[in-house]
């Protein structure tokens, strides 16, 4: 079985900093997705098993980066904030070969972490 762990979410003012972290039982393909209310799951970073490739949602690049340590735990650094970015984040591992976008391609799930960004 995977185990996640999440921790980070806060609120911050627009234009601000937070840093997710996802403490993983295992060394996997991770991504972190996002839902606000009345939304969809919606993919936001990708990063493989080894760390070595990244993948971003247009809305989110050049502000948010998806990185990994030599143990288990996968970051979300999130920079210059906006009140489109509030959301619950959730990390999940993808199992299979590709780092895809599809929330149904990831087998298991954090608990969701809330990000709040007021204007």
């Known amino acids: 079985q995977v185990q996640l762990v999440e921790s980070g979410g806060g609120l911050v003012q627009a234009g601000g900093s937070l840093r997710l972290s996802c403490a993983a039982s295992?060394?996997?393909?991770m991504g972190w997705f996002r839902q606000a209310p009345g939304k969809e799951r919606e993919f936001v970073a990708g990063?493989?098993?080894?760390?070595?490739?990244t993948y971003y949602t247009n809305s989110v690049k050049g502000r948010f980066t998806i990185a990994r340590d030599n143990s288990n735990t996968v970051y979300l650094q999130m920079n210059s904030l906006k009140p489109e970015d509030t959301a619950v984040y959730y990390c999940a591992v993808q199992l299979g070969p590709r780092l895809g976008i599809r929330a149904s391609e990831y087998a298991y799930w954090g608990q969701g972490t809330q990000v709040t960004v007021s204007s």
């Open positions: 990063i493989n098993w080894t760390g070595d490739s």
């Open positions: 295992g060394r996997y393909a």
